[in-house]
């Protein structure tokens, strides 16, 4: 071989192997829904979205320059460069701005954003065909020439595994505070937010400030690395007005802890309010509201009011009523804001205690409901359907799932039927369908054996597997031809709670001997079949008050 041929050799050699490292290099990156552009190191990126992520997923800051924080493939459809069918997109890394403005873009609704550290742009990606080099294609280079492209993902932190809570931390942003100690508070929560363990995997958290209206600063899905968590919370603004707490904390048991806005399922849901002082407002029913909804509420309370400025407290017993159960766990106490390191590692300690979570199961998420069903002759077909549709919007009301509330119904004459069984149906939507689908019988009346029956087929298999509390539901139009006392009281000591529901002829007798105590509060009675329908916000409220009587 000449010189000029093993020059020419080479130099096609070379010109090959750079083809193919460029065409490994332009090969886009797969990452998943929730990458967002704070994970690329890189100064520009090719990546691979995939396809049907759901939009509610998305947390996107910004419009056009999104802050680096925000979901890469979010961006992406928010801007029109893919569809939710996924597909390539370039990203090119930018300098941090301030004011990221909200826009709503192809089904995704950006936020605003006040200032971040750095920005991203997505734009198409420019794919250049093999052919166009005017070289062979890279599979038919030897395997010692390609070389392996890094890609340059950041680390996410997962997190402290052993504290998976759902929290929102409550700032006291009033006047009460002032901008100096509202700062200190800040700085103690970021310290609290880092030696709890935030993480992809741990727990999350998400900030309400208190003022005279409640602003939801960031929800759970917003930040779940502890960097950016961090830079969050200081950038919170200081808003001032009265310290309405109890508002506030109403606003985040009804709008906070939802899937759309990150809240997980099966994990606790802790509320961790900071009072600087006291409340300006009423904090009780808030706080009912709140632990009905199986949110456990903490209160941080700092400098106590002086003897003389007791006189200005609302409620003087704030504390115990805000909180999940008036305990040592639930409430702390803080003399100020000045030296308070020595107080973030055992306030950490209690948020992750889920063992002692008392409020996490909650009356719509924690009972058994069995239904009792008369179906005797003189109810008849078309009221049979009023009872059924009685039923059905009882059972509406609760959390119904395999780890949440359980239905059973059975129908009863002199017979007994079980129409399904607590382990029957695990969601709300087939629970429903099976009560609508219940057939009418038709026959004489035994409530008493009803009851018994109830408590031996779908109670006992129950015993031993869960801490639900236990309910049932009669509803019958007639008198029983047997003794309905005894079975109803061998039913309440076994721990099952008695609603007895008459219609048209049932003796007011038999209902209350059925009954728990109080007899008022736990029977009801109605005429006629369509005046059921009264009873059913009483029967959802009295479940909720026994579950609470009894925790």
């Not at 030897?142 to 950041?154: G, I």
């Not at 999350?204 to 759970?220: A, R």
């Amino acid at each position: 071989m000449s010189i000029l041929s093993t020059v020419l050799f080479a130099l096609g050699i070379l010109s090959l192997a750079s083809t193919a490292v460029g065409s490994e290099a332009n090969s886009p990156v797969p990452i998943s829904c929730a990458t967002r552009g704070t994970d690329f190191t890189d100064e520009s990126a090719l990546v691979e979205c995939p396809s049907d992520c759901p939009l509610w997923q998305f947390s996107v800051f910004g419009s056009g320059v999104y802050a680096s924080v925000s979901s890469i493939c979010g961006s992406a459809i928010h801007r029109g460069v893919i569809s939710t069918a996924g597909g390539p997109v370039r990203i090119q890394k930018l300098s941090g701005q301030e004011n990221y403005l909200s826009s709503y873009g192809n089904g995704i609704k950006s936020q605003t954003l006040s200032r971040w550290i750095s920005s991203f742009s997505v734009s198409r990606a420019q794919s250049i065909p093999m052919e166009a080099s005017g070289q062979p294609k890279a599979a038919a280079l030897p395997n010692s020439a390609k070389k392996p492209v890094k890609k340059n993902l950041k680390k996410t932190n997962n997190g402290n595994k052993d504290c998976k809570v759902d929290i929102a931390f409550l700032l006291d942003g009033s006047y009460n505070i002032g901008r100096r100690r509202f700062n200190l508070q800040k700085n103690f929560i970021n310290k609290l937010a880092l030696m709890l363990g935030i993480g992809s995997e741990g727990p999350h958290v998400g900030i309400v400030q208190v003022s005279e209206n409640p602003k939801t600063e960031f929800y759970l899905k917003n930040f779940t690395q502890p960097k950016d968590v961090v830079f969050a919370i200081k950038e919170v603004a200081f808003r001032g007005g009265n310290t309405n707490t109890g508002k506030a904390l109403r606003h985040t048991a009804e709008t906070f802890f939802t899937p759309e806005n990150g809240a997980r399922r099966g994990l606790p849901r802790v509320a961790v309010m900071f009072i600087d002082g006291w409340p300006s407002d009423d904090i009780e029913e808030a706080a009912t509201v709140a632990r009905e909804s199986g949110i456990n509420v903490f209160l941080v309370s700092v400098a106590k009011p002086a003897p003389e400025e007791l006189g200005m407290v609302q409620d003087r017993e704030f504390v115990q009523k805000a909180v999940c159960k008036d305990s040592d766990l639930f409430s702390y106490n803080m003399p100020s804001w000045f030296s308070t390191n020595k107080f973030v590692k055992p306030l950490a300690q209690r948020l992750c205690a889920e063992e002692q979570m008392l409020c996490s199961k909650n009356c719509y998420n924690s009972v058994n409901i069995a239904f009792l069903i008369d179906g005797s002759s003189s109810v008849g077909d078309s009221n049979f359907r009023l009872v059924l549709e009685f039923i059905a919007n009882i059972v509406n009301a609760f959390e119904i799932s395999d780890i949440g509330s359980k239905i059973g119904a059975v129908q009863f004459t002199y017979d007994q039927k079980k129409e399904f069984g607590f382990q029957d149906y695990t969601t709300k939507e087939d629970t429903l369908a099976a009560v609508r689908g219940i057939r009418y019988m038709s026959g004489g009346t035994a409530t008493g054996e009803a009851i018994s029956y109830t408590v031996g087929n779908l109670y006992n298999p129950l015993k031993g597997g869960g801490a639900n509390r236990n309910f049932i539901v009669i509803i019958t139009d007639g008198q029983s031809y047997d003794e309905v006392r005894g079975p109803a009281v061998s039913a309440q000591k076994e721990g099952i709670t008695v609603y007895s529901v008459g219609v048209a002829w049932a003796p007011m007798e038999d209902l209350k001997a059925m009954a728990s105590e109080p007899k008022e509060s736990h029977t009801f009675f109605t005429r006629e079949f369509t005046g059921l329908h009264q009873f059913e916000q009483p029967i959802i409220k009295g479940i909720c008050r026994d579950f609470t009587e009894t925790q």
